[in-house]
């Protein structure tokens, strides 16, 4: 899309919007992940552990075109991303998903707090993300969603890799996707995520719903008909 910075958002970075920049939940490192990890938790299997398996994470591209994690265009320098980030400082804060090894952990506040913005269709800017800390190295994908008053949903992605297998194959890096306006999924499956995320036990399987939820693919689950369109605060 090559887009320039977006229209009618304020250009002043808040110190909260910038301090919301994750880094990585897994292996408690930090703030971060990435939701939208493709079929991290759908179909009981984890792309993540197995090397040989296709999905998330599994790409053997180069960074730069690596586009196998990423729904939509990918955006060389993350222009729309980091738009987006001036629009506003984050609704929820972070709410995440993370794979840590074997052990799976969610940010139930958070998640609850953003499970209900996008049911009841708030505006405001949500980030959610999956991360996985594993044999591969660390990978982190971060998702922004700009709820707008006509409840249409501008979305931008960050995908982050590094270490061990992905620098050995050379896919470690950063990627970013270009600005999309979406619809967002019927209410009930917000609600629905927003009562399995409340429920959520203190062990969490990969079949469990709020694990579905919140590690599934965010165009698959939480987004439709996504087109390119300019990333304005608007």
Known sequence: MGLALMLGCSTRRTDAAEQQQPASYAGHEGVGGGAGAAGAGAGGVDPMLDAGQSGAGAGTQDASTDTDAEAGTLDPDGVDYNALMTCSATACGSSYAQLNGGERDISSEESSCTMQGLRDRTPGLYMHSFASDDQRG?????????VKNDQTALHVSKTEKSKEYYERTGTAGTTYTQAEICTLSPAGYFDGCLTAVQDVGTTIAD????????????????????????????
Not at 138 to 143: A, C, S
Not at 214 to 223: E, F, I, K, S, T
């Open 138 to 146: 660390l990978y982190n994908e971060v998702h922004l969603i700009l």
């Open 207 to 234: 079949d469990d719903p709020a694990w579905t939820c919140l590690a599934a693919d965010l165009v698959d689950g939480w987004l439709a008909g996504c087109t390119l369109a300019e990333p304005s605060c608007e």
